[in-house]
């Protein structure tokens, strides 16, 4: 036989390294020997299940591995060794450390001191061989604990923010929420203008009115309940928030709304205040020229001019000062003067009422007659009625229906009558809805909330409430206290100066007044604040064309609302101020509620609240009566509203806003990118991070049936009949003779995407190689905005095989262009979808921000077959690494992405390299060089699969350089393989699916053999079920 002599080619190369193979053993101890630091005893597999409560325990948690080596002395220095069949990556060239070895808590060396590593800007990168897999794409996708650092400061703030200091988390329920929602205009409207509301449009329809009120408030309470339950905490003010679950365009345009409404309801407390000033406390301060109606307009915009300004000089002030809840004191100090007066009139014995009703109808009210001896005068003289009675049913009976008021009762400061005697239903109701306006400010403290998922829902609900109740209240007892034709006395003229409320009240009508003062004190703080705050956020999202000063500071967004406000203020009238003011809080709240249920119908993968009362039929119902309400307050003030809330959402869109905490209405843009591709084309491509567009890659045999059906029914659990879905395959040949085929092939696939239930589009190419052809479809899939920007794909089974040599090859370039065109990839092994209903899903998330891998699990848990599943969410813990914070903050991203989510640490602190890896890397790598030969000696290598550095080696090696053992690099990925391996399989062994982080390829240069790669992968898969494994794309925004 000849060809087999020491001058043969290929064939004999490959041969004699087979026997190199069954050799290997007996040279296994020279060659640990000359590699100290490698050996230690096998370890023994711990199959102890993940412990503890909420986070697992890896090997080396706490405690030492009981069979690890002992350190041994430093050996002598060794020559290099040659080079391996394997080319070491740049990451894996060790240098010296430029200040000495590593001081703290460096892992022992041989030697018994610290580690000769250096101590790189991320600790743990080049000493640790536990992650070594991933180790070349660690400067631009770091760990977890190191990018849960970078982003735990940014978690406390927000573009809304007062400055760059982190605020303290320590306000709970009453301060931080329910407080702020009660600063309100509730009190002053009750002093000023209840009386005369239930007077004129009687207790049925105040009641009518208060009902609505409550409805509105209770439901955009539940509306943003559902926001802070979400999982966001931005830490700011209502700008944030909304930005982060509803999107820029919906938020910024709500935002806008606030903030106007914000400025009009400090100019409404300022007049409101004024009118105190003017008409009760001291008339003869009206001293601005002007006769009857217009002077008394002129002094209300003198006076609420100067009392604004006072107002922003409070709101300038320290935090310390403007603390006190002046809303909720003012508020309960005239409800309880008022209910305190109602009783003492009840009571037998009760204090002399000045006033009586007159004679006849419709006359002025009388002082009460004093009493008269007994028998004297005649019986035909009717007996005077008190206007204040005391509560009576009879007196309630009298006021329910609606009554025009009197002639002579409407005379304001100057004694000018009002003019404007309308009491329709629209304007009672604009009275009434200011009371109404502190919803949004639950959440204005954000930032201070030690649980805001669970402060903002139970103290904007309880606001809402007693806003509602204290209204309620207010106009019944009213209503069955004081006589109709008193309370129709709009500013107290009959009682020379005193206001209704005030004098029904006890001990003394300043009780109320002092009450009015308090709340408008209170409500025009925080509007003045809460407008500042949300002008700064929008100033700071660079979206709409504001001034760069307004987005820095305090004092520059205070003036700009305090200038706002003056424009309300030159009304001049609470009157004619607070339809205005009504319909932009409505519009505010109309636009909060009508996103929540867009969100809901949707629905978005981010979107996933926590709040039992929300629905979004609850917010379709809330966006309705907002609106309802509107139109019946002032149509066209409704109309120029929703015009600029309309206007400002469309600029926002137009200029493609980019918010930090994810978009969520770009889903209706997407669902309609079928029919609107002439729309998306001038706007950016869709992100992963919103739901992926999948292009799923198909093999089919002679049959032309395809060899992983699975895939197609994972598509269609992951898109739940939205987004975009392209079947894709390569037929080897040439065209036209193997067109017919192609468009059989296009049949069976659609065939087999109707019988997964998903629907898509299907695209069969016909190319000389199927390599060529996969990466060409890659690359020009799609249509404009409609294009696939993640690759779903299966594992390649039969790259071992020698029917399929080049199986490795294809893979790895296609994650390579893939991954160059920015696109997401993901891989599936073993059987998708099987097992009983339950179980968990399980994401491992060790490097990068993870943004696809924790969106999957939202994805698959629409689906039936995935709805009971619990998800279980790992990271990696090193010997740096602080376990207990890293959970905290791994906890907190979970919240802020909307994952409901266990999470788990898993602790992985041994990183020595066992003999048993040592061997089995051994055994790859020559396993991997004989198969290349074999390959070569039956047909030499193909232009795309030119000789490696690695094979270049090889031939050196025959020409007879020794071999000193496996490449370091080989064995740090093989060890890291088999430590990620072993601590997914003790804790998700049971899991119906994994979720995995894809390690990246090989890079090209320096090339390195491709079987390795996948042979890493198998390692780590090795023993598991399902498996996904999941790398995001450029196109997927950092964060979180």
Aim: hydrophobic share 40%; with cysteine.
């Amino acid at each position: 036989m000849t060809g087999f002599g020491p001058g043969t080619g290929g064939l004999g190369r490959a041969i004699r390294a087979f026997f190199r193979v069954s050799s290997s053993s007996v040279s296994l101890q020279v060659s640990l020997t000359s590699s100290p630091g490698l050996l230690t005893s096998p370890p023994r597999r711990d199959v102890t299940p993940c412990r503890g409560r909420g986070w697992g325990r890896g090997p080396g948690a706490g405690e030492r591995s009981p069979r690890r080596a002992a350190p041994s002395p430093p050996p002598p220095p060794a020559p290099d060794p040659p080079p391996s069949d394997s080319s070491p990556s740049p990451s894996e060239e060790t240098t010296a450390p430029p200040h000495g070895p590593t001081q703290g808590r460096g892992r022992a060396g041989p030697g018994g001191g610290t580690s000769a590593c250096p101590a790189p800007p991320e600790a743990g990168l080049a000493c640790d061989r536990n992650l070594a897999l991933f180790e070349e794409e660690l400067a631009t996708r770091p760990r977890v604990p190191a990018l849960l650092r970078r982003i735990a400061p940014y978690s406390a703030l927000s573009p809304d923010s007062d400055d760059g200091r982190v605020p303290r988390r320590l306000l709970g329920t009453l301060r931080g929420v329910a407080g702020p929602s009660l600063q309100t205009l509730l009190g002053l409207v009750l002093v000023l203008r209840l009386p005369w509301v239930v007077g004129t449009g009687g207790v049925l329809q105040v009641s009518a009115i208060g009902l609505l009120l409550g409805a509105c408030t209770v439901l955009t309470a539940v509306s943003l309940s559902a926001i802070a339950t979400n999982g966001l905490d931005p830490g700011g003010c209502p700008l944030g928030l909304l930005s982060g679950a509803l999107g820029p365009e919906a938020g910024g345009a709500v935002g806008l709304c606030a903030f106007l409404s914000a400025a009009f309801a400090a100019a409404a407390a300022a007049l409101g205040a004024a009118e105190i000033l003017l008409v009760y406390v001291a008339p003869q301060a009206a001293v601005l020229p002007g006769r009857g109606r217009g002077g008394r307009l002129n002094n209300g915009r003198g006076y609420g001019a100067g009392l604004l300004g006072l107002l922003g000089l409070g709101a300038a002030a320290p935090p310390a000062a403007r603390a006190a809840p002046l809303g909720p004191a003012g508020l309960l100090l005239a409800l309880l003067g008022l209910q305190a007066g109602a009783l003492r009139a009840a009571l037998p014995g009760g204090a002399p009422h000045a006033l009586c009703l007159p004679a006849q109808p419709g006359g002025r009210l009388q002082p009460c007659p004093t009493a008269r001896p007994h028998g004297a005068g005649g019986n035909d003289t009717p007996e005077a009625r008190p206007v204040f009675p005391g509560p009576s049913t009879r007196l309630l009976a009298q006021n329910l229906w609606p009554r025009p008021p009197e002639p002579g009762l409407g005379v304001g400061p100057g004694g000018a009558e009002d003019e404007d005697d309308d009491s329709s239903f629209g304007v009672l109701l604009g009275l009434s809805l200011p009371t109404a306006s502190g919803v949004l400010w639950g959440c204005s403290r954000s930032g201070e909330l030690r649980d805001i998922a669970r402060s903002v829902p139970a103290g904007s609900l309880g606001a809402a409430l007693v806003t509602a109740l204290g209204y309620l209240s207010a106009a019944l007892l009213l209503g069955a206290s004081v006589e109709g034709q008193l309370l129709r006395d709009k500013f107290g003229g009959s009682l020379r100066g005193t206001p209704v409320a005030g004098a029904a009240s006890w001990p003394s009508p300043w009780v109320p007044l002092a009450g009015a003062l308090l709340s408008a004190a209170g409500a025009g703080l925080q509007a003045l604040l809460g407008g500042s705050r949300l002008l700064r956020g929008l100033a700071r999202t660079r979206a709409l064309p504001l001034p760069h000063a307004l987005g820095r500071g305090r004092l520059w967004p205070l003036a700009a609302t305090a200038a706002v406000a003056e424009l309300g203020v030159l009304l001049g009238s609470l009157d004619l101020l607070a339809p205005v003011l009504s319909v932009f809080w409505l519009t505010s709240y109309l636009g909060l509620n009508l996103a929540c249920a867009l969100q809901g119908l949707l629905p978005t993968p981010g979107w996933s609240p926590r709040c039992r009362l929300y629905h979004w039929g609850v917010s379709l119902a809330g966006a309705g009566l907002c609106l309802g309400l509107m139109l019946v307050t002032c149509w066209y003030c409704a109309l120029l509203a929703l015009g600029i809330g309309a206007t400002a959402y469309k600029y926002l869109e137009y200029r493609g806003a980019q918010s930090e905490w994810g978009e969520g209405l770009r889903g209706l843009s997407l669902s309609a990118a079928r029919f609107a591709l002439l729309r998306l084309e001038d706007g950016q491509p869709p992100a992963p991070s919103w739901r992926p567009q999948l292009l799923v890659l198909l093999k089919l045999d002679e049959e032309l049936r395809a060899t992983q059906p699975q895939l197609l029914a994972l598509a269609a659990q992951l898109q739940a009949g939205k987004g975009l879905t392209v079947v894709g395959s390569v037929i080897p040949g040439d065209l036209p003779q193997d067109q017919p085929r192609a468009r059989a092939a296009e049949q069976a696939l659609r065939a087999g995407l109707a019988g997964a239930g998903a629907r898509g589009f299907v695209q069969v190419l016909v190319a000389p190689g199927r390599g060529p052809g996969l990466a060409a479809l890659v690359q020009g899939c799609g249509l404009g905005a409609l294009r696939p920007n993640a690759v779903l794909m299966g594992w390649p089974h039969g790259w071992r095989r020698r029917h399929d040599p080049v199986a490795a090859r294809r893979f790895v370039e296609l994650l390579r262009v893939a991954g160059a065109g920015g696109r997401a990839l993901l891989v599936a092994k073993g059987p998708l979808g099987a097992g009983a209903p339950g179980g968990t899903l399980d994401v491992w998330w060790v490097v990068g921000d993870g943004r696809l891998l924790t969106l999957l699990p939202l994805l698959l848990r629409q689906h039936p077959a995935w709805r009971g599943c619990r998800v279980r969410l790992f990271t990696v813990a090193l010997l740096e690494d602080n376990s207990v914070r890293l959970r905290r903050l791994l906890e907190a991203v979970a919240r802020r992405r909307g994952l409901p989510a266990q999470t788990h640490v898993v602790e992985l602190h041994d990183s020595d390299v066992s003999a048993y890896t040592y061997e089995r890397t051994l055994m790859m790598e020559q396993r991997s060089q004989m198969l290349r030969q074999m390959r070569q000696a039956q047909g030499g290598p193909t232009p795309s699969q030119a000789p490696s550095a690695g094979e270049e080696e090889e031939e050196e090696e025959e020409r007879g350089a020794p071999r000193r053992g496996p490449s370091p690099g080989n064995v740090r990925r093989m060890h890291a393989a088999e430590r990620l391996n072993e601590a997914v399989g003790r804790c998700s062994g049971g899991a119906r699916l994994v979720l995995l982080d894809l390690p990246p390829p090989p890079p090209p240069r320096p090339p390195r053999p491709l079987d390795n790669y996948l042979e890493f992968l198998e390692v780590l898969t090795e023993g598991l079920g399902p498996v996904l494994l999941v790398r995001g794309g450029d196109g997927d925004p950092p964060g979180p």
